[in-house]
């Protein structure tokens, strides 16, 4: 494999896994999302070993970093309301344990 298109797997790699993880977000299997960032981040990794791209391959390179910016972007906006239901979860369970803990005192 010539060193281009070892460069340009990487991101064809990474652009797979965003699209994986973009695909799992959109059926709400947030775990999956997370094992596959795991994924994503090593991918990302391999990239500071990689030489420097033509012109030619730049151009194939923008289009995949295209494609990657973009499931990112929609895995965020997919994200968001879960999110803000957690937040919201957790400030609940932060007012009862401020309200147990006035009124019965035995909770630190």
């Given at each position: 494999?010539?060193?281009?298109?070892?460069?340009?797997?990487?991101?064809?790699?990474?652009?797979?896994?965003?699209?994986?993880?973009?695909?799992?977000?959109?059926?709400?299997?947030?775990?999956?999302?997370?094992?596959?960032?795991?994924?994503?981040?090593?991918?990302?990794?391999?990239?500071?070993?990689?030489?420097?791209?033509?012109?030619?391959?730049?151009?194939?390179?923008?289009?995949?970093?295209?494609?990657?910016?973009?499931?990112?972007?929609?895995?965020?906006?997919?994200?968001?309301?879960?999110l803000e239901r957690l937040s919201s979860l957790l400030g609940?369970?932060?007012?009862?344990?401020?309200?147990?803990?006035?009124?019965?005192?035995?909770?630190?």
């Amino acid at each position: 494999m010539n060193a281009r298109s070892n460069i340009l797997s990487r991101y064809q790699a990474i652009a797979d896994i965003s699209g994986r993880m973009l695909s799992e977000a959109r059926a709400n299997r947030w775990d999956a999302v997370v094992a596959l960032g795991e994924q994503y981040h090593q991918a990302v990794e391999t990239l500071r070993e990689l030489d420097t791209l033509s012109l030619e391959d730049r151009e194939a390179r923008r289009v995949l970093l295209t494609q990657i910016l973009d499931d990112d972007a929609n895995i965020r906006r997919l994200a968001m309301p879960e999110l803000e239901r957690l937040s919201s979860l957790l400030g609940n369970v932060k007012r009862q344990h401020r309200v147990l803990r006035t009124y019965s005192g035995t909770l630190a």
